[in-house]
């Protein structure tokens, strides 16, 4: 819902209320429409899994290691991924959070602590925690087993050579904001709040928290 120029906006810390209203109006449509399930503040992960196995529910917004946990309830489930539309250019994929191992320079076990990260950056372990993640190695050398997502990496990944762009609130919004902005979202679902009362509370939340130490 964002172009190039609108996100710079953001960074440089000008919130376009009209704009976000634009962007959330779908959300509340789609409430007011009845497509939105009537557990979703409640449901978990492992509760969408099971219902994506049981042919209940078609898609979820979810990581990689969806597909794990839809398998263990249905071996047989066919599954795959696919890119995000947009209404500001090609589609694209998220890169969100992701397994990570470092060592402080001021760690106090800064010897046993480099010990494990020679482990882990062993080609056998590092196959490990990657398959158990369904995400990708970050080796190059080491070769990539995600399963039934496989067929569609190569499609969005390799093929059509998909931009991957961050989660936009750890980008593109203030440290803190996460509360508001689910806050807002609820309120869109449930018809407490309209898309221009939203981005209103948006703005102020925004503005409020833009500058301040993190």
Known sequence: MYNDDQLQELSDGT?????????????????????MNVDYTSATSDDVAKL?????CAFGFQPNSLAQSVEVY?????????????ETGDR??????DYAIGVSNASEHKDEALKLLDFMAEP?????????????????D????IGQLSTSYDYWV?????RTVPVFDRVYLPNGMWDTLTSTTDALIT???APADAAQQMKTSFDSLYGQAS
């Open 15 to 35: 919130f376009d209320t009209d704009q976000w209203a634009k962007a959330v109006t779908p959300v509340y449509d789609w409430a007011r429409a009845g497509y």
């Open 52 to 56: 994506i196995a049981s042919d209940q």
């Open 74 to 86: 249905n071996p047989d489930a066919k599954l795959g991924f696919m890119a995000y539309p947009s």
């Open 92 to 97: 694209y994929l998220i890169s969100a959070e």
């Open 124 to 140: 056998d372990n590092m196959k490990k925690l990657s398959d158990t993640t369904s995400n990708p190695p970050a080796f190059d």
């Open 142 to 145: 080491v070769e990539m087993n």
């Open 158 to 162: 390799t093929q059509e050579q998909t």
């Open 191 to 193: 018809g407490q709040s």
